[in-house]
């Protein structure tokens, strides 16, 4: 059953609970103590969390993984798609890389490992809302194996892109304007567009000025400048 709650005040961050199996009251418990934060919405199965979506006036969702009936992980990625301008952090009590890797390759916000106390808990809220993101670091290490959190994070977002979306970062790293890009991957400026949308959502960046620092401060590995004439020139 959904619980409805008045929309936050201004200066307020509003917080959506998608919980089941996952302490739900303990986490409600812990957002109430924060004065900044507030609860707008309690649902208790996916399908509340997507009838839910079109109406809701969250900042931010916290959603349980193991969500019936369909589970968190597909109700959180549709929620992505219905309403973008919500960050997203899934909760689990199972530390698995492999959901890590979906969680990333998804482009949700963050994955955060029961039990979680007060202060990990709206710290990651915070962090969300300004761009960061939110992976257990002990996970992130394992998955990519790089010295620095920042680097581990770092390195999850950017092997969620697609190959289309690297050969993209790839193209405007050498310079390549929309046009251009456009005739180089035999698509139409409309594609273009939605490949950088989905590219700025996975990297976490604003524009393309952002996304080209991306590449370049972490070394990202990406397809070399003549990779059309290798891959017969595929249409995305």
Not at 8 to 20: F, I, S, W, Y
Not at 111 to 133: D, E, H, I, K, S
Not at 218 to 232: C, I, K, Q
Request: with cysteine.
């Amino acid at each position: 059953m959904s619980m409805s709650f008045e929309r936050p005040e201004n200066h307020c961050l509003g917080v959506l609970v998608a919980a089941r199996h996952f302490p739900a009251r303990g986490v409600e418990q812990m957002i109430r103590r924060d004065s900044d934060l507030v609860i707008v919405d309690v649902v208790r199965s996916d399908e509340e969390l997507l009838v839910c979506a079109g109406r809701m006036n969250a900042d931010v969702a916290l959603v349980d993984l193991e969500l019936p009936t369909s589970g968190g992980l597909s109700a959180a990625v549709r929620l992505l798609v219905m309403a973008p301008e919500i960050k997203i952090i899934v909760m689990t009590s199972e530390p698995r890389i492999d959901l890590l890797r979906k969680v990333v390759g998804a482009g949700l916000h963050g994955y955060l490992v029961a039990p979680v106390g007060q202060g990990m808990l709206t710290n990651a809220v915070r962090c969300v809302l300004t761009g960061g993101a939110v992976f257990p670091h002990s996970l992130a290490s394992s998955a990519v194996g790089l010295r620095s959190i920042e680097e581990r994070e770092a390195a999850l977002r950017a092997q969620s892109l697609t190959k289309r979306e690297r050969e993209l970062l790839a193209l405007l790293v050498e310079g390549f304007n929309s046009n251009e890009i456009a005739g180089q991957l035999f698509v139409s400026r409309h594609t273009v567009r939605t490949h950088l949308y989905n590219m700025f959502s996975k990297l976490q960046v604003h524009s393309r000025e952002e996304a080209i620092r991306f590449a370049v401060r972490y070394e990202l590995e990406l397809p070399a400048g003549d990779f059309m004439a290798g891959n017969g020139a595929q249409r995305g």
